[in-house]
């Protein structure tokens, strides 16, 4: 086997198993941005409780007033 032909098979290793780790790391990226959205949506559902908490705090206030 010559010298090019051993460096177009290890080429070759290297390139499958960057596709691989591309691959693997779209899945990763595809998680994160899955976990992200229900983050946010988490996020603004507690802004919208925590606007509810300090409207009623509000008006409990100046009921007390």
């Not at 177009?8 to 994160?32: C, F, G, P, T, Y």
């Not at 996020?43 to 606007?51: D, F, N, P």
Request: no cysteine; net charge negative.
């Amino acid at each position: 086997q010559t010298e090019a032909q051993r460096v177009e098979d290890e080429l070759k290793r290297n390139l499958a198993q960057q596709k691989m780790e591309n691959v693997k790391l779209q899945s990763q990226i595809a998680n994160l941005k899955q976990e992200k959205t229900q983050l946010q949506q988490n996020l603004m559902g507690l802004q919208r409780r925590i606007g509810e908490l300090e409207l009623s705090i509000g008006a409990n206030e100046q009921q007390e007033q």
